[in-house]
């Protein structure tokens, strides 16, 4: 693993580092660790964030209004890519919502694919360790998790699917990606069995299938002028009657519609900090 940069921000430092990945097929991948300011023997709990299509491990510190309300809170956050990037498979970088810098955060299964399409895996698992070997002030018992849009779903996904994190909250997710059309293209290309397989990566079937589970712990705003939620790509409708079926009150899956806003990093910015606040009580619990 390498520093390929690191930069002060808000008094403490965003460092991006380079690694090979296993999981990614034997790829280098890039990511972005912030780290507070810090004292002797302090130690960050963790919060990751996945962005959506076409963006990188850079769209979020960049344009996400984070990393200020971050190192007020006194979390460290971790930025991965969206995808693996440079696998040369046909077809790789002839549309903007399959393949590079759109990965979907599953591993995937299909011929095709599968040897370098793995971000489930990389982000819940290599991830961790990577950054654990940093030997950086961090906490790693204690991670939450947020995404946007594509890295929404991955979000709420990675929770669904997981023990490991405290917390998941999302901008604009895809909440039904086996009825919408960018999930739908995804799970038929990735994935052996199509979108029958997909069901696994959605976040309103896991939601279901959760109930009873104790720690649930969601928050999710989109825009009500978002043109991807009007194009029926994101489907907050069905999170929330999952929500309804499996018996999860307002405190546990919390989903709100944001009058005017649109998928842009203007309606992010707007929420961030809301997000970073409702993990750091998690975090901090
Ligand atoms: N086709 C367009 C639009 C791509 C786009 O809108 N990407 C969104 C995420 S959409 C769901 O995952 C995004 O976050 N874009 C970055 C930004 O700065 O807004 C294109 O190719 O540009």
């Given at each position: 693993m390498t520093e390929v940069s690191s930069n002060k921000a808000f008094g403490g430092y965003i460092t991006k580092y380079k690694a090979t990945s296993e999981s990614l097929g034997g790829l280098t991948t890039q990511f972005n660790v912030f780290v507070p300011a810090h004292t002797e023997g302090q130690k960050f709990p963790v919060l990751y964030y996945l962005a959506g299509l076409?963006?990188?491990?850079d769209t979020g510190p960049w344009k996400g209004n984070f990393l200020s309300i971050a190192a007020a809170e006194g979390i460290a956050m971790i930025f991965p890519d969206t995808s693996p990037r440079g696998?040369?498979?046909?077809?790789?970088?002839?549309?903007?919502?399959?393949g590079t810098g759109a990965g979907f955060y599953l591993d995937a299964t299909a011929d095709k694919w599968a040897k370098h399409y793995r971000m489930f895996s990389f982000v819940t698992k290599e991830l961790p360790k990577l950054v654990n070997d940093l030997?950086?002030?961090?906490?790693?018992n204690r991670q939450s998790i947020m995404g946007h849009s594509m890295g929404g779903h991955g979000a709420l996904t990675l929770f669904l699917a997981t023990l490991q994190y405290r917390s998941a909250s999302a901008f604009a997710?895809?909440?039904?990606p086996t009825k919408s059309p960018w999930g739908i293209k995804a799970f038929s290309n990735?994935?052996?069995?199509g979108v029958e397989e997909g069901e696994k990566y959605d976040a309103s079937r896991l939601l279901e299938k959760a109930k009873g589970r104790s720690n649930v712990a969601l928050l999710i705003d989109y825009g009500a002028q978002d043109q991807f939620l009007k194009d029926g790509q994101l489907l907050p409708e069905a999170l929330s009657q999952a929500a309804q079926n499996a018996g999860f009150n307002e405190n546990q899956v919390n989903i709100r519609k944001q009058e005017g806003y649109d998928h842009s990093y203007y309606f992010i910015s707007t929420f961030a900090s809301d997000h970073i606040k409702y993990h750091a009580s998690h975090l901090r619990a």
């Amino acid at each position: 693993m390498t520093e390929v940069s690191s930069n002060k921000a808000f008094g403490g430092y965003i460092t991006k580092y380079k690694a090979t990945s296993e999981s990614l097929g034997g790829l280098t991948t890039q990511f972005n660790v912030f780290v507070p300011a810090h004292t002797e023997g302090q130690k960050f709990p963790v919060l990751y964030y996945l962005a959506g299509l076409t963006c990188n491990e850079d769209t979020g510190p960049w344009k996400g209004n984070f990393l200020s309300i971050a190192a007020a809170e006194g979390i460290a956050m971790i930025f991965p890519d969206t995808s693996p990037r440079g696998a040369e498979i046909v077809g790789e970088e002839d549309s903007w919502d399959i393949g590079t810098g759109a990965g979907f955060y599953l591993d995937a299964t299909a011929d095709k694919w599968a040897k370098h399409y793995r971000m489930f895996s990389f982000v819940t698992k290599e991830l961790p360790k990577l950054v654990n070997d940093l030997q950086l002030p961090l906490d790693m018992n204690r991670q939450s998790i947020m995404g946007h849009s594509m890295g929404g779903h991955g979000a709420l996904t990675l929770f669904l699917a997981t023990l490991q994190y405290r917390s998941a909250s999302a901008f604009a997710p895809v909440c039904n990606p086996t009825k919408s059309p960018w999930g739908i293209k995804a799970f038929s290309n990735y994935l052996k069995g199509g979108v029958e397989e997909g069901e696994k990566y959605d976040a309103s079937r896991l939601l279901e299938k959760a109930k009873g589970r104790s720690n649930v712990a969601l928050l999710i705003d989109y825009g009500a002028q978002d043109q991807f939620l009007k194009d029926g790509q994101l489907l907050p409708e069905a999170l929330s009657q999952a929500a309804q079926n499996a018996g999860f009150n307002e405190n546990q899956v919390n989903i709100r519609k944001q009058e005017g806003y649109d998928h842009s990093y203007y309606f992010i910015s707007t929420f961030a900090s809301d997000h970073i606040k409702y993990h750091a009580s998690h975090l901090r619990a």
